[in-house]
Protein backbone atom coordinates (compact mmCIF):
# COMPACT_ATOMS: atom_id res chain seq x y z
CA UNK A 1 0.00 0.00 0.00
CA UNK A 2 3.24 2.08 0.01
CA UNK A 3 5.65 2.27 -2.93
CA UNK A 4 8.55 4.11 -2.57
CA UNK A 5 10.54 5.59 -5.78
CA UNK A 6 12.91 7.57 -7.12
CA UNK A 7 16.52 6.27 -5.58
CA UNK A 8 19.40 6.08 -7.31
CA UNK A 9 23.17 6.38 -7.85
CA UNK A 10 24.60 10.29 -7.22
CA UNK A 11 27.58 11.72 -6.37
CA UNK A 12 28.61 13.36 -3.00
CA UNK A 13 26.84 17.28 -3.55
CA UNK A 14 24.16 15.73 -5.81
CA UNK A 15 20.56 15.72 -5.37
CA UNK A 16 17.84 13.23 -5.11
CA UNK A 17 14.03 13.41 -4.93
CA UNK A 18 12.15 10.37 -3.55
CA UNK A 19 8.87 9.78 -3.86
CA UNK A 20 5.90 7.61 -2.08
CA UNK A 21 2.63 6.69 -3.26
CA UNK A 22 0.13 5.73 -0.66
CA UNK A 23 -3.51 4.66 -0.96
CA UNK A 24 -5.89 7.24 -0.26
CA UNK A 25 -7.24 5.31 2.35
CA UNK A 26 -3.99 5.58 4.64
CA UNK A 27 -2.79 9.08 2.99
CA UNK A 28 -6.01 11.17 3.43
CA UNK A 29 -5.82 10.81 7.48
CA UNK A 30 -2.28 10.20 8.86
CA UNK A 31 1.05 12.10 8.84
CA UNK A 32 3.67 10.50 6.95
CA UNK A 33 7.33 9.66 7.69
CA UNK A 34 10.58 8.82 5.78
CA UNK A 35 12.55 6.44 6.89
CA UNK A 36 16.19 4.73 6.15
CA UNK A 37 18.42 1.81 6.90
CA UNK A 38 22.05 1.73 6.10
CA UNK A 39 23.66 -1.70 5.74
CA UNK A 40 24.52 -2.85 9.37
CA UNK A 41 22.90 -0.34 11.09
CA UNK A 42 18.60 0.01 12.56
CA UNK A 43 16.19 1.32 10.36
CA UNK A 44 15.99 5.36 11.70
CA UNK A 45 13.48 8.16 11.03
CA UNK A 46 14.72 11.01 8.87
CA UNK A 47 11.83 13.38 8.50
CA UNK A 48 8.04 13.77 8.88
CA UNK A 49 5.02 15.96 7.95
CA UNK A 50 1.94 16.29 9.56
CA UNK A 51 -1.34 16.16 7.70
CA UNK A 52 -1.56 19.87 8.21
CA UNK A 53 2.02 20.41 6.90
CA UNK A 54 4.40 20.57 9.57
CA UNK A 55 7.80 18.99 9.08
CA UNK A 56 10.49 17.78 11.70
CA UNK A 57 13.93 16.41 10.31
CA UNK A 58 16.45 14.42 12.04
CA UNK A 59 19.59 16.43 12.90
CA UNK A 60 21.55 14.56 10.29
CA UNK A 61 19.44 16.00 6.88
CA UNK A 62 18.18 19.38 8.79
CA UNK A 63 19.00 21.85 6.09
CA UNK A 64 19.49 19.37 3.58
CA UNK A 65 16.39 17.65 2.96
CA UNK A 66 12.91 18.54 2.62
CA UNK A 67 9.83 16.20 3.29
CA UNK A 68 6.70 17.19 1.43
CA UNK A 69 3.27 16.39 0.49
CA UNK A 70 0.81 16.19 -2.81
CA UNK A 71 -3.07 15.61 -1.09
CA UNK A 72 -4.51 14.81 -4.49
CA UNK A 73 -2.05 12.74 -5.57
CA UNK A 74 -1.86 11.02 -2.16
CA UNK A 75 2.11 11.23 -2.66
CA UNK A 76 4.67 12.30 0.20
CA UNK A 77 7.97 13.77 -1.29
CA UNK A 78 11.29 13.28 -0.30
CA UNK A 79 13.50 16.30 -1.66
CA UNK A 80 17.03 15.78 -0.82
CA UNK A 81 20.21 18.06 -1.67
CA UNK A 82 24.16 17.73 -1.04
CA UNK A 83 23.76 14.28 -0.29
CA UNK A 84 26.81 12.85 1.87
CA UNK A 85 27.99 9.20 1.32
CA UNK A 86 26.33 8.84 4.68
CA UNK A 87 23.14 9.41 3.22
CA UNK A 88 24.04 5.56 1.51
CA UNK A 89 20.28 3.63 2.63
CA UNK A 90 17.31 2.20 1.46
CA UNK A 91 14.44 4.49 2.00
CA UNK A 92 11.04 3.62 2.93
CA UNK A 93 7.66 5.82 3.97
CA UNK A 94 4.89 4.95 6.96
CA UNK A 95 3.56 5.94 9.38
CA UNK A 96 5.07 7.94 12.19
CA UNK A 97 4.63 4.82 14.22
CA UNK A 98 5.12 2.25 11.53
CA UNK A 99 2.86 -0.60 10.76
CA UNK A 100 4.34 -3.51 10.36
CA UNK A 101 2.24 -4.26 6.60
CA UNK A 102 2.66 -1.19 5.44
CA UNK A 103 6.56 -1.64 5.01
CA UNK A 104 7.75 -2.01 1.08
CA UNK A 105 10.40 -2.87 -0.68
CA UNK A 106 12.13 0.48 -0.53
CA UNK A 107 14.14 2.65 -2.46
CA UNK A 108 18.21 2.60 -2.88
CA UNK A 109 19.86 5.68 -2.31
CA UNK A 110 24.00 5.62 -3.39
CA UNK A 111 26.12 8.55 -2.63
CA UNK A 112 28.93 8.17 -4.39
CA UNK A 113 31.79 9.31 -6.40
Known amino acids: QLVESGGGLVQPGGSLRLSCAAS????????MGWYRQAPGKQRELVAL???????TYADSVKGRFTISRDNAKNTVYLQMNSLKPEDTAVYYC?????????WGQGTQVTVSS
Open 94 to 102: NLPRPVRSY
Open 24 to 31: GSIFNINA
Open 49 to 55: ITTGGTT
